[in-house]
């Protein structure tokens, strides 16, 4: 069955320090995994995207590991700021199926003064 | 243009109304997306237009009905909805075909309240 778990579903942390938020997924075949960052009540905001042949991804503050081997993906925050509170969410698009992605449950992260 | 266009961006209906949600792209996407997110939760597939053709409904209920018009824009038609309809709801795009390194581009929302 494919799924897409995401560890932890809520983190807090103090601004500037960094974070590190977990995906795992079974999804197979494999296209490509995408991190988004979603503030309440918006849409999602693309962060970074992997295809199987990429081992990291940076965008900013932001860097993204994937092993396709494991099937998992980790998003790392640096220096974290107060903008960085939002929800992130892993997704997973299967290779089978152009038009089907699949989703984690996100993990909620608050960043404190 | 690298935007998912939603409008209008807050909307409250009563359950007898009718309304429409928008959604619009220039980016040359030929799928198009409707998803309906609750608050602390992931959000959660309706429909899928696939080259201006509806090629996944989730068993949503008749009160909701897509519409595709052209490749750029993207209709969800609202009629005699409920209050657990209450929701955000989002739409997507994406190229709709087998290149890797895609996933969707998705729009700000429109935040659904139903009274």
């Known amino acids: 069955k494919n799924q897409v778990e995401q560890s932890p579903q809520s983190l807090i942390i103090l601004e500037g320090k960094n974070c590190t938020l977990q995906?795992?997924?079974?999804?197979?075949?494999?296209?490509?995994l995408r991190w988004y960052k979603q503030d309440t009540g918006r849409g999602p905001v693309s962060l970074t995207i992997m295809t199987f042949s990429e081992n990291t991804k940076s965008n900013g503050r932001y860097t993204a590991t994937l092993d396709a081997d494991t099937k998992q993906s980790s998003l790392h925050i640096t220096a974290s700021q107060l903008s960085d509170s939002a929800s992130y969410i892993c997704v997973v698009r299967p290779g089978d199926n152009f038009n089907k992605f699949y989703f984690g449950s996100g993990t909620k992260l608050n960043v404190k003064p | 243009d690298t935007e998912v266009t939603q409008t209008p961006k807050h909307l409250v209906m009563g359950m007898t109304n009718k309304k429409s949600l928008k959604c619009e792209q220039h980016?040359?996407?030929?799928?198009m997306y409707w998803y309906k997110q609750k608050a602390k939760k992931p959000p959660e597939l309706m429909f899928v237009?696939?080259?201006?053709?509806?090629?996944i409904n989730e068993s949503v209920p008749s009160r909701f009905s897509p519409e595709c018009p052209n490749s750029s824009l993207l209709n969800l038609h609202l009629h005699a909805l409920q209050p657990e309809d209450s929701a955000l709801y989002l739409c997507?795009?994406?190229?709709?075909?087998?290149?890797?390194?895609?996933?969707?581009?998705f729009g700000s929302g429109t935040r659904l309240t139903v009274v």
């Open positions: 995906c795992n997924y079974t999804v197979s075949p494999f296209s490509n």
């Open positions: 980016m040359g996407h030929r799928a």
């Open positions: 997507a795009s994406s190229p709709g075909i087998p290149v890797t390194g895609y996933g969707y581009t």
């Open positions: 237009y696939s080259y201006e053709k509806l090629s």
